[in-house]
Nanobody, 124 residues
Framework: QVQLVESGGGPVQAGGSLRLSCAASGRSVSNIAVGWFRQAPGKEREFVGILRWTGSSSTTYADSVKGRFTISRDNAKNTVYLQMNSLKPEDTAVYYC????????????????WGQGTQVSVSS
């Protein structure tokens, strides 16, 4: 059974930084695509970014976070991270770690395993 446990969320002022962590158990994150999604109040869940597991370990980010957010992983700790810099009030959302992320067409992504979410609140 795969379990993902996020941590690191909380309140932060605009312009600040946070690093979210996602500790995985039950499956290695070293050879599977991992990513992050978020859901703001009253809105649908949206894709934030993906870190692929192929040789290049390439990444893709939503336009809204490109240049500010970075996904990484520590294979030894079986943990995925989301470094968020230059945070804006519109980044306020529940952030979900995902494993087994798959592009399903256009700008849509889905995942096989999900964390429980961690709240990020950015004040102006």
């Amino acid at each position: 059974q795969v379990q993902l446990v996020e941590s690191g969320g909380g309140p932060v002022q605009a312009g600040g930084s946070l690093r979210l962590s996602c500790a995985a158990s039950g499956r290695s994150v070293s050879n599977i695509a991992v990513g992050w999604f978020r859901q703001a109040p009253g809105k649908e869940r949206e894709f934030v970014g993906i870190l692929r597991w192929t040789g290049s370990s390439s990444t893709t980010y939503a336009d809204s976070v490109k240049g500010r957010f970075t996904i990484s992983r520590d294979n030894a700790k079986n943990t995925v991270y989301l470094q968020m810099n230059s945070l804006k009030p519109e980044d306020t959302a529940v952030y979900y770690c995902a494993v087994g992320v798959l592009w399903v067409g256009q700008d849509k992504y889905e995942a096989t395993y999900w964390g429980q979410g961690t709240q990020v609140s950015v004040s102006s």
